[in-house]
């Protein structure tokens, strides 16, 4: 079966740097665009960064973009989310998505505070 597993949350102060992780099993991970969403309390779960199957077409919410960058390793089956220069505003649970099927992750909690 499809699963998702996220991981690389957790504390930073401002201005700090987090890797998130995805790793995908249970499909051919390279036939797959994949995608990185955040979800704060009491709002709808909003888009992060997008990436085709071949790591290409790359889209960014404008609230992340030159901060944020999304890549893929086809080899290891794992979608990255590198974060740097991490604001308060960018706390919440991330998820890993795959598009076509609706399969998402169980999530991993960023919290930016000092």
């Known amino acids: 079966q499809v699963q998702l597993v996220e991981s690389g949350g957790g504390l930073v102060q401002p201005g700090g740097s987090l890797r998130l992780s995805c790793a995908a099993s249970?499909?051919?991970?390279?036939?797959?665009?994949m995608s990185w969403y955040r979800q704060t309390p009491g709002k709808e779960r909003e888009l992060v960064a997008r990436?085709?199957?071949?790591?290409?077409?790359?889209i960014y919410a404008d609230s992340v973009k030159g901060r944020f960058t999304i890549s893929r390793d086809n080899a290891k089956n794992t979608v990255y989310l590198q974060m740097n220069s991490l604001k308060p505003e960018d706390t919440a649970v991330y998820y890993c998505?795959?598009?076509?099927?609706?399969?998402w992750g169980q999530g991993t909690q960023v919290t930016v505070s000092s």
């Open positions: 990436i085709n199957s071949a790591g290409g077409n790359i």
């Open positions: 249970g499909f051919t991970f390279s036939n797959y665009p």
């Open positions: 998505y795959r598009i076509g099927g609706g399969y």
